[in-house]
């Protein structure tokens, strides 16, 4: 039978296929809830390809690395209430995301932290004394950049976003595979130097993994008057960057997730964001007041996910620990605890003139002028002790 050109008009609206593109974004979507693999209570959730369990010696490392980190910032709250610190921004209850973030670097990567990150910061072997230096005011900042690759510890807001994107954008360019780790919270996420050190780096390549540590509040204003993306890793979409959510409050998931984003931009595939949904405990500095914001019931939910009793139920059950190795980490920490203590009673040497120092490259002649104008103070202040 001899089909009609307007029986095949008439059929083919019934056979034609509608071909749906490809969406460009899904690759760069986060998953739809926050990566997990231990439940609140440490028993294990069904293990992911996508991200593996890292190594049982390594969890052990980042336990005790969580426990003296958590002594060491116990210590440094109790030192500001005696005022041998200016100030001190507390990161309990966020030891997961400082010490797995910095686990999943290598010695040789770069770190730029916030000025919340000083259990970070010891947790990759940086001195105390010298991580607490900027927050006693002594410097302004204790421990050699270039010698522990960690930038200092930033207070501006974000401002580490341009720094971290231009520092691995240049080792990129020079054939070295360095990876720049940059911190940021919640609160950095809406300044303009968060978009512009994205933005730079994925158009660049540069390997940069941003980790955005979202614990619910920028000082007192909540991530709701922040953003109303369904969560921050959404942010990474807009400049073409992957981006992961994670349960902040997990370690095993931190470090697994931030491992991949770690091996993803040291692969020359460009910056990768994540974000972990975590919470502090302690109030935003010294200087806050956080019952004006939030209540008993919220912080107390809260400390029922405590990531570093999470960890150890985990590894007993492993028999990873036991009763011997916890109170052997215990001890370790107390000891940490005890040293920080001596170390940070002595009142330290300084320098006067040292205001004067690294100011600029070149110190210009009103640098100079003002220097010896202390200097003159200072030796008249002198002649008149030795009067006395």
């Not at 309990?92 to 995301?97: F, I, L």
């Not at 994925?202 to 922040?226: E, G, M, W």
């Amino acid at each position: 039978m001899t089909t009609t050109p307007q029986a095949v008009r008439r059929a083919s609206p019934r056979t034609r296929r509608t071909v749906t593109p490809p969406d460009p974004a899904r690759s760069l979507l986060p998953d739809a809830e926050p990566v997990r693999l231990l439940a609140e209570n440490g028993t294990p959730l069904p293990a992911r390809a996508d991200y593996p369990e890292p190594p049982a010696e390594v969890l052990r490392e980042l336990y005790r690395r969580m426990v003296l980190g958590r002594r060491f910032d116990t210590q440094a709250t109790a030192l500001t209430k005696q005022g041998r610190l200016a100030v001190y921004p507390s990161s309990r209850g966020q030891e997961a995301c400082q010490v797995g973030a910095v686990l999943a670097v290598r010695d040789t990567d770069w770190v730029f932290p916030t000025y919340r990150e000083s259990m970070a910061l010891v947790a990759r072997g940086i001195d105390p004394v010298e991580v607490l230096t900027l927050l006693r005011g002594d410097w302004h900042c204790g421990y050699d950049p270039t010698e522990v690759r960690t930038a200092p510890q930033c207070t501006p807001l974000a401002t580490q976003c341009v720094h971290a994107a231009g520092l691995a954008h240049g080792e990129a360019y020079q054939g070295r595979d360095t990876v720049a780790l940059a911190f940021i919270g919640d609160g950095a996420t809406s300044e303009g130097d968060f978009h512009e050190g994205v933005n730079f780096a994925a158009v660049f390549k540069a390997p940069v993994v941003y980790f955005v540590q979202n614990n619910k509040y920028a000082i007192s204003v909540p991530l709701s008057r922040q953003t109303a993306a369904p969560s921050l890793a959404y942010k990474g979409i807009g400049y073409g960057v992957p981006s992961e959510q994670v349960d902040g409050n997990d370690p095993v998931a931190v470090l697994a997730v931030l491992t991949r984003a770690v091996a993803y931009a040291r692969a020359g595939k460009g910056p990768f964001l994540v974000e972990a949904h975590t919470y502090r405990m302690e109030p935003h500095t010294n200087a806050d007041d956080a019952t004006r914001y939030r209540d008993g019931a919220e912080v107390d939910a809260w400390r029922d996910r405590d990531p570093v009793a999470r960890l150890e139920t985990y590894l007993r059950a492993r028999g990873v620990l036991d009763d011997a190795a916890v109170a052997e980490i215990a001890e370790q920490a107390e000891a940490y605890a005890a040293d920080l203590r001596t170390r940070m009673n002595e009142q330290p040497a300084v320098d006067p003139l040292s205001l004067f120092d690294h100011v600029y490259a070149e110190p210009t002649p009103q640098l100079i002028e003002q220097r010896e104008q202390v200097r003159a103070e200072l030796a008249a202040a002198h002649a008149e002790e030795g009067d006395a």
